[in-house]
Structure formats: structure tokens, C-alpha cells
Nanobody
Framework: EVQLVESGGGLVQAGGSLRLSCAAS????????IGWFRQAPGEEREGVSF????????YYGDSVKGRFIVSSDNAKNTEYLQMNSLKPEDTAVYSC?????????????WGQGTQVTVSS
């Protein structure tokens, strides 16, 4: 059974940090690009960061560049999103997804998401 399970969300004050985890199982993690997405109420889903399976290249959305860092531990089939200098506008449900087509997608598998709330 394919699973992507996010954890690490919560409530944090502006300027604080959180680290999200995405634990994968049921598919060859090393062969899939992994992306983090977020969606705030009433907003469209936004791509936050991505790691390529081919060469490990990382990509970030403009709104998080310089503040968020994505990394992978292939031995644990887990990807991490370190979020620093958080802002209230970072409040959203964060989901990870896996793509066999590369970072551009489409994405084959999705996690259920974890809530991140940043208070001002």
C-alpha cells in the first residue's frame, strides 16, 4: 500500500521555525520526485519546494526562497521541509506528493497534509 504521511505541523509564532516530515512507503522512493505543496483556506494550492529524483536538485517557490530548506533521507524514505522565519502568510495545510514524471509532475501520490499555523 502506497503511503505518504506528513508530520511536524503545529502552531508557531511569527519568526519561528518548524520542520515537517514526509514518510513514504509502498513505492520506490529513490525513483520519485518529491514535492511540498500548501493550500490556505480560499486559496489555490501552491508549490513550495521540490527535490528531483534524478540528481537531487532542489527548487523553491518565490515566497519561501531563502527561508525554507528541503532535504531527503533516502535510507529512511523520508523527506524534510525545514521552515524558518515563518510568517503569518505561511499558514496553510502542507502536503507532500510523489511524482514518477519529475518535479514538474503530474504527481502520482499525495499525503493527507499537516496544518501549519503561524501567529502574528
Amino acid at each position: 500500500e502506497v503511503q505518504l504521511v506528513e508530520s511536524g505541523g503545529g502552531l508557531v509564532q511569527a519568526g519561528g521555525s518548524l520542520r515537517l516530515s514526509c514518510a513514504a512507503s509502498g513505492f520506490p522512493f529513490d525513483d520519485y520526485a518529491i514535492g511540498w505543496f500548501r493550500q490556505a483556506p480560499g486559496e489555490e494550492r501552491e508549490g513550495v519546494s521540490f527535490i528531483s529524483s534524478s540528481d537531487g536538485s532542489t527548487y523553491y517557490g518565490d515566497s519561501v526562497k531563502g527561508r525554507f530548506i528541503v532535504s531527503s533521507d533516502n535510507a529512511k524514505n523520508t523527506e524534510y521541509l525545514q521552515m524558518n522565519s515563518l510568517k503569518p502568510e505561511d499558514t496553510a495545510v502542507y502536503s507532500c506528493a510523489a511524482s514518477s514524471f519529475g518535479v514538474q509532475g503530474p504527481y502520482d501520490y499525495w499525503g493527507q497534509g499537516t496544518q501549519v499555523t503561524v501567529s502574528s
